[in-house]
């Protein structure tokens, strides 16, 4: 019998992508269409924490869902995720009746995106092991490029719609379930990555045993939280900051900042892994040195309400994030064992949107500390991350890692 690769090895990580780009786009389309909100009539404190509550969806999504696909696959799961996905654009369309249909779109939203984070890419990443003549890292590299397409387009086209389309509290999520409508019979048919006898196995209780690794704790801890913190700086409060200045392009200017700060990620992404390095944190310490200048630059922007200097700041906090999102990545898989890649993932990630709630923390705080003075105490918090990053980034570095490390792959 012949082993050769089948021809279509290099294609079959396609399906997964579809998932995963449409539940990113679900999972940011909202950011743009904040001021348009505000503008209804919503608090800015009530907008920010509609952003925020996706969270409460996302963060135990992330720890359950690995778990759930190593018991019973990562394309059921993937489906379920991406299903969740196009309830939630239904509720949150309905937001011209209520914040709550809002609040529940987005807590549903959360649990979708969480998904595609933890299984979706941990999914790409195994379909791409398929191949033997794909590099170690391009798994990698695909998911998190495939979920920052998604997160940078759907702000992109929502906030476009918004601004000059009919129905803005409607259309744009009216597109995203065409979308994944569109996406969902495709992803139905990727090829599951976990072997049968794998499957409906008893799960793990308790975290996996990498999260007490001294290398997880002193480098990825604290660097994982920034990586969405710049994320929500630089499109939620860099608009508000600004919004007085622009009349009636606060949501055109608003999605501008969005796109260009993802674009920023997606962009940086591949120079990313060339810095990266196996025997020290190289490229985790590169992305925080340029996360803490985003954050001194937001502080200033606050002060000077600029709009061109909030556009430079998040060009600025939009390239920390690609660096730190794809070494972060490739640093936690050179520490996991083969049976926790996916839970870990989800444990990163729920790990990096907690930095999502800073917009939230940052309004509520805003009436005993300005906006210059609380980003400035974010850069100080920052550069303290750094310093404990820098300290270990030479020390506790994983022996006889395995790149390729996961669950083994059917073959048939």
């Known amino acids: 019998m012949s082993t050769a690769t089948p021809p279509t090895t290099r294609t079959t990580w396609f399906p997964a992508a579809a998932a995963v780009f449409v539940c990113g786009w679900g999972g940011n389309q909202f950011t743009p269409l904040l001021v348009m909100y505000q503008a209804a009539g919503y608090s800015a404190f009530t907008v920010d924490a509609l952003l925020g509550a996706y969270v409460l969806g996302l963060v135990p999504g992330l720890l359950v869902s690995g778990g759930l696909s190593t018991r019973f696959g990562r394309r059921p799961v993937m489906l379920a995720g991406t299903v969740c996905s196009l309830v939630a654009s239904g509720l ?22 969480a998904v595609a984070m933890a299984v979706g890419s941990t999914w790409i990443k195994e379909l791409a092991d398929l191949d033997p003549r794909a590099t170690p890292d391009v798994g990698t590299r695909r998911a998190a490029l495939c979920l920052t397409l998604g997160l ?23 597109v995203h379930i065409g979308l994944i409508l569109t996406a969902l019979p495709f992803a139905a048919r990727g090829k599951e990555t976990l072997r049968l006898d794998a499957l409906r196995t008893p799960a793990r209780r308790g975290l996996p045993g990498t999260t007490r690794h001294p290398r997880f704790r002193r480098v990825i801890v604290p660097s994982a939280p920034w990586i969405f913190g710049s994320c929500g700086i630089a499109y939620a409060v860099m608009p508000q900051l600004v919004h007085d200045r622009l009349g009636s392009w606060s949501l055109g200017y608003s999605t501008l900042l969005t796109v260009c700060a993802i674009g920023a990620g997606v962009g940086i992404q591949p120079i990313a892994k060339r810095v990266d390095r196996t025997n020290s944190a190289r490229a985790i310490l590169t992305g925080m040195t340029v996360m803490c200048a ?23 906090l939009g390239t920390a994030y690609g660096i730190v999102v794809v070494s972060g990545l490739l640093e936690l898989q050179r520490l996991a064992q083969p049976t926790e890649i996916a839970e870990l993932t989800g444990i990163f990630y729920a790990l990096a949107y907690l930095g999502f709630l800073l917009p939230s923390l940052l309004a509520a705080l805003e009436g005993a500390a300005g906006y210059p003075m609380l980003l400035g105490c974010l850069a100080v918090l920052a550069l303290g991350g750094t310093a404990v990053i820098a300290r270990h980034s030479r020390r506790h570095l994983p022996t006889g890692w395995n790149i390729h490390c996961g669950p083994k792959v059917q073959t048939e």
């Open 92 to 113: 949150i369309a309905l937001g011209p009746f209520g914040a709550g249909w809002i609040a529940a779109g987005r807590f549903l939203t959360g649990v979708a995106v």
């Open 294 to 316: 985003g954050l001194a630059m937001s502080a200033v922007t606050a002060a000077e309400r600029s709009p061109w200097l909030a556009l430079l700041t998040a060009l600025v």
């Open 152 to 174: 940078g387009a759907g702000p992109g086209v929502a906030g476009v719609l918004a601004q000059w389309g009919p129905w803005p509290m409607i259309l744009p999520y009216f």
